[in-house]
């Protein structure tokens, strides 16, 4: 199970995961079961694309749950 951050332990708050609206590489790496690597090579291919699943927070990158869902329903091979 994925550790909440300090703030949701601190105040007792928990998201379970299949209800995120945006998830960490990390997370979606659980969710979908995809490697890290894959799914930071899928982000790069695809940042400037009409298919673009994620945004960027400084370094980091959060993917639209929904939107990768149905990139990968729409996706035949990785």
Known sequence: ???DNSYNKKHGLSVPIWKK??????E????FGIGEKK??????ENIDTDLCFTIKIGNKSLINRQKFEEFLNQTTAL
């Not at 799914?39 to 790069?44: E, P, Q, T, V, Y």
């Open 1 to 3: 199970m994925i550790e």
């Open 21 to 26: 609206y945006m998830l960490t590489v990390e």
């Open 28 to 31: 979606a790496t659980l969710y």
């Open 39 to 44: 799914i930071r090579n899928l982000i790069a």
